[in-house]
């Protein structure tokens, strides 16, 4: 094989690596912000502007938009098994949440 070719190839590998870890990273970043709204609508469903204010500091925190939550979100859930997933992986963080939780006040 040609010395060029196999230095692309390599380029291109490390390329496509890093960018799969930074979707990974991206992914869970959605991932808790998602759970994290759900809890937040959960636990101050009785304050509609406590709830605004949670949700929009938790978004300024992770640099996020909730247009940007919704497009995202939206696009999931266009994909039946990508969505599963999706919410598998927030269903995980709320129950951590919930274990975390219980273990405090034990």
């Known amino acids: 094989m040609d010395f060029k070719v196999a230095y692309i190839i390599l380029i291109l590998t490390l ?7 930074k979707g990974k990273g991206t992914d869970k970043k ?5 759970a994290e709204i759900l809890f937040l609508t959960e636990k101050f469903r009785n304050d509609s502007i ?7 500091s938790l978004l300024k925190s992770n640099n996020l938009t909730m247009s940007q939550v ?4 939206t696009e999931y859930s ?4 990508r969505w599963a997933e999706f919410f598998d992986e ?3 963080h709320l129950d951590e949440k919930s274990l975390n939780a219980q273990k405090k006040y034990r």
């Open 50 to 56: 406590k709830l605004k204010q949670e949700i929009d």
């Open 78 to 81: 266009k994909d039946p098994k």
């Open 15 to 21: 390329f496509l690596s890093c960018n799969a870890e």
């Open 90 to 92: 927030v269903k995980k």
């Open 30 to 34: 959605i991932v808790q912000t998602y």
């Open 70 to 73: 919704d497009s995202i979100t």
